[in-house]
């Protein structure tokens, strides 16, 4: 098979790149969609998970990030910034580091998960954790890319980062052949929806595709747009959907209703049961984020808005990898303690093998 290019090659046609765009890439995108085998046992459908967890930096952001670096590049920035819940920062911070531009990231204090911050400490970017939550984030790194023209914003307001992301739903179509019946998937600052419905339209209107209803979750400590109102203290164990004013609102709105979908709100417990559950059971690991679309889904299934005999696809956002410390948390049972000594390791194994 041939080597995958990266999402600026492969879908130029569909993207806004020209002969004076960098040909950046990490080889983002041509992520797994896996068929989820029990659970499309278990209610009858044909249930995919579009895993972007197998990204470059383990999130869907690399696909936005890629568009979004290599126009700041193109249009002659010599620094990105941005505001993250983690993942956005990781990303910005490969790409930029792979383009030769610097990368500021402002966070909200102790609020990122473990892995997301090693990254970026790791690609190079310097780091500022203020004391506040993303959405203050976001406005002070919305306000200093107005102000200085060599700084390039690259949060998804950077309307190159839906174009980049909106690449996942033509994926999924190539995959199955056709558009799902229904997509899930979780909804934070409502960059992502939008892009999938853009995707989507996209693809309906050149290939007769057919058009997803479009089920989005919040977090229901942080469910702004299902509230209908900016949630000040945003809370919840899914820390990269930490967000109480989602700045592509309108967009969201708009893919909910001209798909005929609805956002509702998932419960950190529902996450945190959805979360272990399809790692344990269909052995696919996405942070806890990922997982308001597994538990909405889940909630989809059993009470009817998602029929028996529907095609579904969940978008799992982020590899689970990125926040060790709840899965950790999570877990009850702690590795077993024994000597060093065969018998006693098979006798062990006896114990839980058992009927
Ligand atoms: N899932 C994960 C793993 C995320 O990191 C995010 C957003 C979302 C879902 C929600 O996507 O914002 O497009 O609705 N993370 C951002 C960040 C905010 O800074 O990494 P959205």
New binding site residues.
């Given amino acids: 098979m041939a080597n995958w290019q990266g999402l600026i090659k492969e879908y130029a046609e569909y993207l806004p790149v020209g002969e004076e765009t960098p040909r950046l890439t990490l080889h983002e995108g041509d992520t797994p969609l896996i068929r989820l085998d029990t659970l499309s046992e278990k209610y009858g459908s044909e249930i995919y998970a579009k895993y972007e967890g197998a990204n470059p930096t383990g999130?869907f952001?690399d696909r936005g990030m890629v568009m979004a670096v290599a126009k700041a590049k193109e249009e002659g920035a010599h620094t990105v910034i941005c505001?993250?819940?983690?993942?956005?920062?990781a990303s910005a911070a490969a790409y930029a580091s792979r383009a030769g531009l610097n990368t500021v990231v402002v966070i909200p204090e102790g609020k990122i998960a473990l892995g997301k911050l090693a990254q970026a400490m790791m690609y190079g970017a310097k780091i500022v954790s203020i004391e506040g939550n993303?959405d203050e984030a976001l406005k002070i790194v919305r306000k200093i890319a107005e102000e200085k023209k060599e700084i390039a914003l690259v949060n998804?307001v950077n309307p190159y980062r839906l174009e980049g992301q909106k690449s996942a739903a033509f994926e999924i179509v190539d995959a199955l052949g056709k558009a799902p019946d229904y997509l899930t998937i979780?909804?934070?600052?409502?960059?992502?929806?939008s892009a999938y419905w853009k995707g989507f339209r996209e693809y309906n209107e050149k290939k007769g595709s057919k058009l997803p209803k479009i089920y989005g979750f919040e977090a229901e400590g942080a469910a702004a747009i299902v509230n209908d109102e900016v949630i000040e203290q945003p809370e919840t164990v899914a820390t990269?959907?930490r967000?109480g004013n989602?700045a592509s609102w309108d967009l969201a709105t708009a893919a909910r209703d001209e798909s005929g979908g609805m956002i509702e709100a998932v419960s950190d417990d529902e996450i945190l049961d959805a979360y272990e559950y399809l790692a344990a059971t269909e052995g696919v690991f996405a942070?806890p984020?990922?997982n308001a679309s597994v538990a909405g889904m889940l909630r989809s299934l059993e009470n009817g808005k998602i029929e028996k005999g529907s095609t579904v696809v969940t978008v799992l956002?982020?590899n689970g990898l990125k926040d060790p410390q709840t899965a950790i948390d999570r877990i009850t049972q702690k590795p077993k303690v024994l000597p060093n000594d065969e018998d006693q390791i098979i006798d062990y194994i006896g114990s839980i093998t058992e009927d």
Avoid at 83 to 89: D, L, P, Q
Avoid at 186 to 193: F, Q, R, S, W
Wanted: net charge neutral.
């Fill in positions: 999130s952001k505001a993250s819940t983690g993942n956005t920062s993303f998804s979780p909804v934070g600052n409502a960059g992502n929806i990269a959907i967000i989602p942070e984020g990922s956002t982020g």
